[in-house]
């Protein structure tokens, strides 16, 4: 059974950059069958996809957030990371990592609140 | 488009159906076949339950199902129970730009 787990810090001020981590197990993030997603809940309540990494490390990212994401991947780790720049406070949110098959995520972690603030 | 456009809520009774639709453009839900369900339990993670427009993962019941005809898809559950109670949302790729979209979310109550 494949398990993801975000882990980073719950409050980022504004203007820094939020930092987070997924760790995968029971699946090799190496193989080249998946993509490695990040994407956020808004507290009212809306999924955004926010980007997603190969093994090989291609990066795919939703337009309106490429200048400020990065996604990178650490498979010695069996991890992927998630950093983006210059916070405001309209980037509090829930962040979770999800396995994208290909056809669509089809495994989430449980998710990660941050909340951006003084 | 920001998101992909489905109903707010539906409600239904126990033992009924119900459908909830997700409609987007050519160059997302129309396009191919890579639409998708998602399950959300309040305080949880989404869960996928349908992929491929109509394909069911392991484990999920038959009592779930989806089409799609031109650009809108749907999600018909049938025989409803209270577990079903949760908030729904489709998602898409978008292969001119291969990002992913999602719905805006259905919240389903069974009264």
């Known amino acids: 059974q494949v398990q993801l787990q975000e882990s980073g810090p719950g409050l980022v001020k504004p203007s820094q950059t939020l930092s987070l981590t997924c760790t995968v197990s029971g699946d090799s993030i190496s193989t080249n069958d998946y993509y490695w997603s990040w994407i956020r809940q808004h507290p009212e309540g809306g999924l955004e996809w926010i980007g997603y990494i190969s093994h090989s490390g291609t990066t795919y990212y939703i337009p309106s957030l490429k200048s400020r994401v990065d996604i990178s991947i650490e498979l010695s780790k069996n991890q992927f990371s998630l950093n983006l720049t210059s916070v405001t406070a309209a980037d509090t949110a829930i962040y979770y990592c999800a396995r994208d098959s290909g056809y669509s995520p089809d495994y989430w972690g449980q998710g990660t609140r941050v909340t951006v603030s003084s | 488009q920001s998101t992909l456009t489905q109903p707010r809520s539906v409600s239904a009774s126990p033992g009924q159906s119900v459908t909830i639709s997700c409609t987007g453009t050519?160059?997302?839900?129309?396009?191919?076949?890579?639409v998708s369900w998602h399950r959300q339990y309040p305080g949880k993670a989404p869960k996928l339950i349908i992929y491929a427009v109509n394909k069911r993962p392991s484990g999920v019941p038959d009592r779930f199902s989806g089409s799609k005809a031109g650009t809108t898809a749907s999600l018909t559950i049938s025989g409803l129970q209270f577990d079903d109670e949760a908030d729904y949302y489709c998602?898409?790729?978008?292969?001119?730009?291969?990002?992913?979209?999602f719905g805006g979310g259905t919240s389903l109550t069974v009264l």
């Open positions: 050519i160059y997302d839900v129309g396009g191919h076949n890579y």
């Open positions: 998602s898409s790729y978008i292969f001119r730009s291969t990002s992913v979209i």
